[in-house]
C-alpha cells in the first residue's frame, strides 16, 4: 500500500491488506508514512495513524474530539443509536466526559474490581467443567464467548434467566450479517427495550449491583427521578444512565471475548512462551500485558474527529474529518518495541496503547485485566496438554476493521 496522505485528500487506500493480514499491512503503513487516507469501518474516508509516537499524542490531544458533532456535515455517519443508547463516554468531550466518568469510576477500581476475582474464576471453573469430559471445546462459543457475558449481567444485576438473550443481541451487533440488516436494527430495539424495563425494575426494587448504583447517583436522594437534570449537573441524564449500562454490557462483553481468544492463540502459536508461563505462573499478570500489545482486541481507538486544522506527524487534517488512531500498529511499531512481532511475556511492557492513554484511559481497565488473567490462568491450569484441534491456517478471524477477534478456537487437550 503506498503512501497518499501527504498530497493531501486523495483517493483512499485499499483496506483489504488490513483484513487479511493486519499487522503485515501497519508495517508497511509505518514505514510509508505516519499518516494515511482510508475508507474507515463507516465507509467513509478517514486518516489512519500507524506511529506510535503520533497515536499516543492523538489519544490525548484535546482538539480531537470524540464528539460527533464536530464531524463534518454530511461525513462520518457511524455506528447508528438511538439517543437512550448513543449518549455514552465514547462520544463525550469535557465537561460531560468528566462529570460522568467521575460518577461512574468508583465501580471500577482496582479494589473492587479484585473483589470479584473469587466469583469470576467459579464462572471460569464451571464453564470447564462443562467441557472436560469432551477433551475438546471451540474456546470461543463454549467458553471465552460465556465467561464476560455472566460477569458483566452479574456486575449490573441482569437476571441469570435473561442472559441468553442478551448474548444474542450482542452478537449480532458485533457480527452483523449483512444479508439481514433488519436484526441489527431490531437487536439495538430489543437492548433499549430491555435496559429501559430493567432500570424501572432495579428503581422500583434497587439491588446490590451496578445498576442499582447507577440508578441512585441518576435520582435525588429521596429516590425520586430527576428528569429535569441540567447538562454539568452532577447527576446522570437518563440517557446517559442508559447509555452507560449499554456501554458497560456492549464493551465489557466484546473486548474479553476477542481478547482472551486471540491470548490463547498466541500462546499456541508460540510454544516457548507458553512453557515460560506454565513454569511461572507468576508471570500471568505481565503476559496479559504482553498479549493485549501483541493482538488487540480493538485495533482502533474509537474515531475522533479534528476540531480544527491540525498537522499530525507533519500531515495536514482539515477541520471535521475523522481520525482513526491505530494502537494495533503503535503497539508493534519498531521505534517503541524491539522486536515487536515476537511474543515475549517478560518483556517491560510499560506504555502499550491497547487501554488507551490520557481521559479516555478504558474505564474498565481493572476488570479486563482480571478476568482475561482468570481465564487463561483456569484453563492453562485444568488442561497441560492444550493444542489446537484443526490446522493452524483453518482459523479465520472476523473480518472488519473495528474489532480483531476469532471466529471460532477448537482446541483439544
Known sequence: MQNTAETGPAAPLDVTPLLDDP???????????????????????????????????????????????????????????????????????????????RLVVRAFTPGRVEALRPAVRRVADSLLDAVEPAGRADLIADYAGHLPIIVICDLLGVPAADRHDFRAWTDRLITPDPSRPELMKQSIGQLLAYFTGLIATKRAHPGDDLLSELIAVRD?????????????????????????????????????????????????????????????????????????????????????????????????????????????????????????????????????????????????????????????????????GLRLDVPREGLTHRRTLRARGLISLPVTW
Open 220 to 384: 435525588t436522594p429521596d429516590g425520586t427521578a430527576a428528569d429535569g437534570a441540567a447538562p454539568g449537573d452532577d447527576r446522570l441524564s437518563e440517557d446517559e444512565l442508559t447509555s452507560l449500562a449499554f456501554l458497560i454490557l456492549f464493551g465489557g462483553y466484546e473486548n474479553t471475548v476477542h481478547l482472551v481468544g486471540n491470548a490463547v492463540l498466541a500462546l499456541l502459536d508460540h510454544p516457548e512462551q507458553l512453557r515460560a508461563l506454565r513454569r511461572n505462573p507468576a508471570e500471568l499478570p505481565n503476559a496479559v500485558e504482553e498479549f493485549m500489545r501483541f493482538d488487540p482486541p480493538a485495533p482502533l481507538a474509537i474515531r475522533r474527529f479534528a476540531r480544527e486544522d491540525l498537522d499530525i506527524g507533519g500531515v495536514r487534517v482539515p477541520a471535521g474529518d475523522c481520525v482513526l488512531l491505530s494502537v494495533a500498529s503503535a503497539n508493534r511499531d519498531e521505534a517503541r518495541f524491539p522486536a515487536p512481532d515476537r511474543l515475549d511475556i517478560a518483556r517491560d511492557l510499560s506504555g502499550h496503547l491497547t487501554l488507551g492513554h490520557g481521559i479516555h484511559y478504558c474505564l474498565g481497565a481493572p476488570l479486563a485485566r482480571m478476568e482475561t488473567a482468570v481465564a487463561l490462568g483456569a484453563l492453562l491450569e485444568r488442561f497441560p
Open 23 to 101: 499487522h503485515a499491512a501497519y508495517a508497511a503503513l509505518r514505514t510509508s508514512g505516519p499518516v494515511h487516507r482510508i475508507t474507515g469501518p463507516d465507509g467513509q474516508p478517514a486518516w489512519l495513524v500507524t506511529r506510535y509516537d503520533d497515536v499516543r499524542a492523538g489519544l490525548a490531544d484535546p482538539r480531537l474530539s470524540l464528539d460527533k458533532r464536530h464531524a463534518t456535515p454530511g461525513g462520518y455517519r457511524g455506528f447508528a443509536l438511538p439517543p437512550a443508547l448513543d449518549a455514552n463516554l465514547l462520544n463525550m468531550d469535557p465537561p460531560d466526559h468528566t462529570r460522568v466518568r
